[in-house]
């Protein structure tokens, strides 16, 4: 059987990731670590890639929790594009969104020993343990990035929107335009994007006061576009002249279930989405959204990720990139 890199490791007496550096040619390692990991890797016969003369073949583990999300798509289109632009070849996975399944589909990538991992949305449940995936990547030294997870966890950079601030500017749009019962109606799923829209959103409820005291609602949808119809008619009858919906395809659930039950938009409800796309701008009538740069996004991932391919850190930090409200003819006066 052909030697592994965690077998050039056990007999250097040195961690995956300091061999992989060594195997790497990576800066920072010791001159005698690197003496010691060259001598294992001669003993052993690990042939490897790079030791081949040919190019090492580099691909990263794309893990992607909604694929129907247009938002999503088109990311993962720019990243891969721009991976590919520095011979980064991308292999896509697709997951239901739960915890369960990202690790699932984080272990398969480990499995397949991909050189580096991009997962939307991710999840950091299981991140400080020592069994985890997450643990386990960063152990090989696999450099790991989130597009719109939770920051913090250990060794993994983060990119993502500022939910928090386009909750706010959607929520001072309609109070500007003189409402003050709004509905956030968001799915009924575990991402951390919306976990951070909905404290956003209570946030902003608790803290306005006097004559622009708001009344806010947080519903949560299942997956059936029956329920988000039956929401949204839910709410106008309970006297929300608001909603403001977490994704394109909540927004037109809602615009269609509201126009259906007699409801107009916007003179009887507004609307306005937290995510911008070419859909939302061709209905009728258009919808008022926050458009957030896509493609600075998932362009800013990719060359983040390739930086760290390169050898350039692999340490924790967020970068977050704002919103810009676009009105259209989903938002009136009350």
């Known amino acids: 059987m052909a030697s592994t890199l965690e077998d050039v490791a056990r007999y250097a007496g040195v961690s995956i990731a300091t061999a992989s550096r060594v195997f790497n040619a990576k800066p920072n390692v010791a001159e005698d670590t690197r003496l010691k990991v060259n ?6 016969g690990y042939a490897g890639q790079q030791r081949t003369g040919q190019e090492h073949l580099r691909v990263v583990g794309v893990v992607v929790p909604d694929v129907d999300s247009s938002v999503f798509r088109e990311a993962v289109r720019i990243l891969s594009a ?9 292999v896509i996975v697709t997951v239901d969104g739960t915890p369960e399944a990202e690790r699932r589909a984080l272990d398969l990538l480990v499995e ?26 960063r152990e090989r030294g696999i450099p790991v990035l989130t597009i719109g997870g939770r920051e913090g966890i250990p060794h993994v ?28 109606v968001v799915g009924d799923d575990d991402r951390a994007a919306t976990e951070r829209r909905v404290e956003a959103f209570r946030d902003y409820c608790d803290q306005a006061e006097g004559p622009e005291r708001v ?14 119809e039956r929401l949204a008619v839910v709410l106008a009858q309970r006297g929300a002249t608001a909603v403001i ?20 938009v916007p003179q009887d409800v507004s609307l306005i989405c937290l995510e911008d796309s070419r859909m ?12 957030q740069s896509v493609e600075l996004l998932a362009r800013t991932a990719a060359l983040e990720l390739v930086r760290q391919l390169g050898g350039r ?18 938002v009136a006066v009350r």
């Open 39 to 44: 001598a294992a890797i001669d003993h052993l």
């Open 82 to 90: 721009t991976l590919a632009s520095s011979g980064i070849s991308s």
């Open 112 to 137: 397949r020993r991909m050189s580096g991992v991009v997962v939307f949305d991710g999840d950091d449940g299981a991140g400080e343990q020592a069994a985890s995936p997450w643990a386990e990547l």
């Open 157 to 184: 950079a983060s990119v993502r929107w500022d939910d928090g601030a386009a909750v706010r500017a959607a929520a001072d749009c309609l109070v500007t335009h003189g409402h003050r019962s709004i509905a956030l």
């Open 215 to 228: 009344t806010g609602m947080i519903e949560h949808s299942a997956t059936a576009g029956a329920d988000v």
């Open 245 to 264: 919906a977490e994704t394109e395809w909540i927004a037109t659930s809602a615009l269609r279930a509201l126009r259906r039950s007699g409801h107009r």
């Open 280 to 291: 939302l701008a061709a209905v009728d009538p258009p919808v008022t959204a926050m458009r």
């Open 313 to 330: 850190g692999a340490q924790a930090h967020a970068l977050v990139f704002g919103s810009e409200l676009i009105l259209r003819s989903t």
